[in-house]
């Protein structure tokens, strides 16, 4: 069975930074899209940021110049890096596996991060 366990989230004034991290398990993480979300209150969720299996990156513009995608292989893990962070960035921030294999997504429970003005 597929898990994503996200971590790294937290409360972080404008303009510091964080990174999260998602451990996969269940699946062959290496070849697999892996890709953030998050979903702000009030507001649907929206993709933030994807790797694929060779390592091309997505972003939403939103976050582009701010934020890294990127994933370790050998750990199974998948970060994203986030820097001048504003409070709109605040949401919960969803690890998702767009598995090739079983042609369906996992989902992690997702992690809290809050920026303050």
Not at 34 to 50: D, I, S, T
Request: hydrophobic fraction near 30%; charge should be positive; aromatic fraction near 8%.
């Amino acid at each position: 069975q597929v898990q994503l366990v996200e971590s790294g989230g937290g409360l972080v004034q404008a303009g510091g930074s964080l990174r999260l991290s998602c451990v996969a398990s269940g699946s062959t993480f290496s070849i697999h899209t892996m890709r953030w979300y998050r979903q702000a209150p009030g507001k649907q969720r929206e993709l933030v940021a994807g790797i694929t299996s060779g390592g091309s990156t997505i972003y939403v513009d939103s976050v582009k110049g701010r934020f890294t995608i990127s994933r370790d292989n050998a750990k199974n893990t998948v970060y994203l890096q986030m820097n001048s962070l504003k409070p709109e960035d605040t949401a919960v921030y969803y690890c998702d596996q767009q598995n090739a294999i079983r042609n369906q997504d996992y989902w992690g429970q997702g992690t809290q991060v809050t920026v303050s003005s």
